[in-house]
Nanobody, 130 residues
Framework: QVQLVESGGGLVQAGGSLRLTCAAS????????MGWFRQAPGKEREFVAA??????????TDSVRGRFTISRDNAKNKNTVYLQMNSLKHEDAAAYYC?????????????????????WGQGTQVTVSS
């Protein structure tokens, strides 16, 4: 079983940047396809970005494409994933959750559905001020 811990959230002004980190521990002998989701108060959890286990493929929801970048460096820290968030908007404020897929996936597969993931972190809060 893999455990995920997110960090890097905080308070930022609109237009600013934050970098979230998701670190996996436990059964990390494999490399997992991973993703980021977010949930604002009163709203359902929504997909933000995903990256294949190889790092060769990424996918974003339309509202963050061009502003957010998901990345990983498997040579340095396998199963550590980053989310660089630039040009933050008020609507980006939410709790951000990291997810890992424990099931088999190809080197290029990315997943936007929450049901595709098997492990979740506790979340890190992002607040965007005026």
């Amino acid at each position: 079983q893999v455990q995920l811990v997110e960090s890097g959230g905080g308070l930022v002004q609109a237009g600013g940047s934050l970098r979230l980190t998701c670190a996996a521990s436990g059964r990390t002998s494999r490399t997992y396809a991973m993703g980021w989701f977010r949930q604002a108060p009163g709203k359902e959890r929504e997909f933000v970005a995903a990256i294949s286990w190889s790092g060769i493929n990424t996918y974003y929801t339309d509202s963050v494409r061009g502003r957010f970048t998901i990345s990983r460096d498997n040579a340095k820290n396998k199963n550590t994933v980053y989310l660089q968030m630039n040009s933050l908007k008020h609507e980006d404020a939410a709790a951000y959750y990291c997810a890992a897929r424990g099931r088999t996936s190809s080197f290029s597969d990315v997943y936007a559905e929450s049901t595709s993931y098997d492990a979740w972190g506790q979340g890190t809060q992002v607040t965007v001020s005026s």
